[in-house]
């Protein structure tokens, strides 16, 4: 298997425009994570689905992060507009159900001007 | 979940045994301890779990104190690519909530 897929790799944007991430999970997998990293705050989670129903937003900061997963093998996590303080590593993450490991994928790095 | 606590940071020798201590003294019976690692600009790692009883694999080992309010990764044979941030995290088992919570972790800088 190819591992959690991510992309794009690196994002560079400008203040108020619309970003999106995008993540395709392992095959087979039924939890999908999306995380947030920064130096100030270290590695967070923002949501995460199960069998594509968002579960748990709890951790997206505000309106203006929203993220779907229309199918098993494909979430989004998108920003509009974007702030300079959005500027991190966005790792997606899945899992299998009754399992205890948790795949990360390569991130993607958002910096926003 | 219970909280953990790890030393921001720490060296060791290529070669030599690596041992990363955290503390989880709120742990609750039916918690486990995890571990996972972040190698630089690379999503982090799973690398063991366990609930009391010891645990080994191709990776590392893990010692639980009898009380289980401490844990210990064993890194046996240190490499340079060992070199990343190890993060202790305590949770329920895989029923249902597989929320991880990342802390600071600790800072493993395998030197040769």
């Known amino acids: 298997d190819a591992g959690v897929i991510q992309s794009p790799r690196h994002e560079v944007t400008e203040m108020g425009q619309e970003v999106t991430l995008r993540c395709k999970p392992i095959s087979g997998h039924d939890y999908l994570f999306w995380y947030r990293q920064t130096m100030m705050r270290g590695l967070e989670l923002l949501i995460y689905f199960n069998n594509n129903v968002p579960i748990d937003d709890s951790g997206m900061p505000e309106d203006r992060f929203s993220a779907k997963m229309p199918n098993a093998s494909f979430s989004t996590l998108k920003i509009q507009p974007s702030e300079p303080r959005d500027s991190a590593v966005y790792f997606c993450?899945?899992?299998?159900?009754?399992?205890?490991?948790?795949?990360f994928g390569p991130g993607t790095r958002l910096t926003v001007l | 979940d219970a909280k953990t606590t790890q030393p921001p940071s720490m060296d060791c020798a290529e070669g030599r045994a690596a041992n990363l201590p955290c503390n989880h003294s709120?742990?609750?019976?039916?918690?486990?301890v995890y571990w996972y690692r972040q190698i630089h600009s690379q999503g982090p790692q799973y690398i063991i779990h366990?609930?009391?009883n010891n645990e080994t694999n191709e990776m590392a080992s893990l010692i639980i104190t009898e009380d289980r309010k401490s844990s210990t990764l064993i890194l046996p044979h240190a490499t340079l690519r060992d070199t990343a941030v190890y993060y202790c995290?305590?949770?329920?088992?895989?029923?249902?909530?597989?929320?991880?919570?990342f802390g600071a972790g600790t800072t493993v800088t395998v030197r040769a």
């Open positions: 709120t742990i609750s019976g039916n918690e486990y």
């Open positions: 993450a899945s899992q299998k159900a009754r399992t205890d490991t948790q795949y």
């Open positions: 366990g609930l009391k």
């Open positions: 995290i305590v949770r329920v088992e895989a029923t249902g909530d597989y929320k991880l919570s």
